[in-house]
Structures are given as structure tokens and as C-alpha cells.
């Protein structure tokens, strides 16, 4: 998950030489589908409400990009929170294992 966010952020970073995606369709057709994939997590997290937060965030990140007063600004700060909801998913997820060990 962490990986095919961070290549969001890379595209768009003017410091990255290297291409990553062939123009700006092929990005949005592999963001579509970062979203699809993420979305189909929703059960593994149970119906987590960060997971919510995690896909408006990244919708948000996705509006900015379409949008023609694009925010690379606002882009970054929406990808990387949204790395830190993933990371707190996976924490509750590992809490809620460890009690059901317990």
C-alpha cells in the first residue's frame, strides 16, 4: 500500500528525473486503481473509520491534481497523510490481534 502511494508522490515531484509514468492519463488510470484496491480493504480493517479518511484524503489528492490551480503543496501533504492512516490502520489491526490472542 505504502509503495503504490509513494509512486503518487513521485510523480509529481519536480526533483524526480525519473519517469514513472508515461503522461498524466496512465497516472490517473493507476491512481484509479490504487483507490479500487484500497477500497476493497475495507472489510480487512473492519469498517475502520480511518479507512474513510483515507480514501476522502486521497480523493482530495486526486481532485487537486485534476484541477487546473493544481497544489503540488496540498497534493504532497494529502499523500502523506495518507501514508500515516495507513499506518494507523495496520497498529489497530495488530491491538486488535494481540487482545484476541490475549
Same mark, same amino acid.
Given at each position: 500500500?505504502?509503495?503504490?502511494?509513494?509512486?503518487?508522490?513521485?510523480?509529481?515531484?519536480?526533483?524526480?528525473?525519473?519517469?514513472?509514468?508515461?503522461?498524466?492519463?496512465?497516472?490517473?488510470?493507476? !491512481?484509479?486503481? $490504487?483507490?479500487?484496491?484500497?477500497?476493497?480493504?475495507?472489510?480487512? !480493517?473492519?469498517?475502520?473509520?480511518?479507512? $474513510?479518511?483515507?480514501?476522502?484524503?486521497?480523493?482530495?489528492?486526486?481532485?487537486?491534481?485534476?484541477?487546473?490551480?493544481?497544489?503540488?503543496?496540498? !497534493?504532497?501533504?494529502?499523500?502523506?497523510?495518507?501514508?500515516?492512516?495507513?499506518?494507523?490502520?495496520?497498529?489497530? $489491526?495488530?491491538?486488535?490481534?494481540?487482545?484476541?490472542?490475549?
Amino acid at each position: 500500500m505504502h509503495g503504490d502511494i509513494h509512486k503518487l508522490l513521485l510523480y509529481k515531484d519536480k526533483t524526480i528525473e525519473e519517469k514513472i509514468f508515461e503522461d498524466d492519463e496512465a497516472f490517473l488510470v493507476f !491512481f484509479e486503481n $490504487v483507490m479500487f484496491k484500497l477500497g476493497g480493504t475495507t472489510t480487512l !480493517f473492519n469498517d475502520n473509520g480511518l479507512m $474513510v479518511t483515507l480514501m476522502a484524503t486521497l480523493q482530495g489528492a486526486m481532485d487537486n491534481f485534476k484541477s487546473d490551480h493544481f497544489s503540488y503543496k496540498k !497534493f504532497r501533504r494529502a499523500i502523506l497523510d495518507s501514508h500515516g492512516y495507513i499506518k494507523q490502520m495496520f497498529e489497530e $489491526v495488530g491491538c486488535d490481534a494481540e487482545s484476541t490472542n490475549s
